[in-house]
C-alpha cells in the first residue's frame, strides 16, 4: 500500500524549511511526522553554506519533509545522497527525465543545476528532527545574475499544483523507503551512475588551501573519494567541490 504522507499547502512563504522549523517547534509533542511543507514561491529560500535558493512563483517545486532523526548514524550520513537518489529518480518518473547528481547532491540536467538539497537538525522536547529541503527548478526561464551561468531549469510545461503534489509525495515516499531498508547499497550504485564528478578532476577547499585532485568514487556513507595531485588518497565528507570544464583540442 502507498505510504501516507501528510502534505501542507502555501501560497508564497519565506521558506519551507524555516516553516518546517516553526512548526516542529509549536507542536509541543504531537506527532508532526512524516509532514511535507510545499509552497507555491519563497521570498527566502535557503540553500546550503549559507547561501540562498531563489525560488519564484509557481515555476519549481519547493518543499520541505520534516522526519525523525534516523537513529542509525549510516543513515544519517548519508540521507542527503538518498534523497539525490530518490529526487532523480522521482524526476525520470514524472518527466522521463534523466538527471545527473554532483556531490553531494546537487541535481543537473543539461550541465546546469536544476535542484538542490538543504538537510536541517531540530530539537523539540527530546526528539531530533530532520528538516529535508529539496528545490527543483521545473519551468524557470530566468535567473538572477550570480546564477546565471549555472543554474537552468528542466524545461517542463507548467506544471499543475495537483502534479506538484505528487511528485512531492513520490519524492518522499521513495526517500522513506530508502531510510526503511537495511541495505542500501543498490541505492548508492544508482547514485555512482548518476553521478557527474566520478572520474573527473576537480578542485576543492580544504583548511584554506585549494586543492587539485581526480574523483574516484563515492562510498556507500555517501562521501567522494579522492586522488590528490600528490598521490595521496582522501575521503570527503562534506562541502563543495568544482570540476573542471575540459578544454577542446585546438
Ligand atoms: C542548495 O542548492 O544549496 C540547497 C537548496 C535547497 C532549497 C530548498 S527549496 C525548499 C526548501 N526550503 C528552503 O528554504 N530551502 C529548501
Redesign the pocket.
Known amino acids: 500500500m502507498a505510504r501516507e504522507i501528510k502534505i501542507i499547502e502555501y501560497g508564497i512563504i519565506d521558506?519551507?524549511?524555516?516553516q518546517a522549523r516553526r512548526l516542529i517547534e509549536g507542536a509541543s509533542g504531537a506527532e508532526i511526522q512524516p509532514t511535507v511543507l510545499l509552497?507555491d514561491g519563497?521570498t527566502?529560500?535557503?540553500?546550503?553554506?549559507g547561501?540562498s535558493?531563489y525560488?519564484p512563483t509557481d515555476t519549481g517545486l519547493?518543499?520541505?519533509l520534516i522526519l525523525e532523526s534516523p537513529s542509525s548514524l549510516d543513515k544519517l550520513l548519508s540521507l542527503t545522497a538518498l534523497a539525490a537518489v530518490a529526487a532523480s529518480e522521482a524526476i525520470e518518473a514524472a518527466f522521463g527525465i534523466n538527471v545527473g547528481i554532483k556531490w553531494v547532491n546537487?541535481l543537473y540536467y543539461n550541465e546546469r543545476?536544476i535542484?538542490?538539497?538543504?538537510a536541517e537538525s531540530c530539537i523539540s522536547g527530546t526528539k531530533r528532527y530532520i528538516i529535508l529541503?529539496?528545490?527543483i527548478n521545473l519551468s524557470t526561464e530566468s535567473f538572477p545574475d550570480d546564477i546565471l551561468l549555472k543554474a537552468g531549469s528542466l524545461g517542463v510545461t507548467k506544471v499543475t499544483a495537483k502534479e506538484k503534489r505528487e511528485l512531492a509525495t513520490d519524492l518522499f515516499a521513495r526517500l522513506l523507503d530508502l531510510l526503511d531498508c537495511d541495505d542500501t547499497s543498490g541505492a548508492m550504485n544508482i547514485y555512482r551512475a548518476r553521478s557527474t564528478v566520478i572520474g573527473k578532476r576537480v578542485s576543492f577547499l580544504q583548511n584554506g588551501t585549494e586543492n587539485t585532485a581526480t574523483a574516484l568514487g563515492v562510498t556507500d556513507l555517501g562521501a567522494l573519494t579522492v586522488r590528490l595531485d600528490s598521490g595521496e588518497t582522501l575521503e570527503l565528507s562534506s562541502g563543495e567541490i568544482s570540476i573542471f570544464v575540459q578544454k577542446e583540442q585546438l
Open positions: 521558506s519551507t524549511n524555516l509552497a519563497q527566502a529560500g535557503r540553500g546550503r553554506l547561501r535558493f525560488s519547493y518543499a520541505s546537487d543545476k535542484a538542490g538539497i538543504l529541503g529539496i528545490g
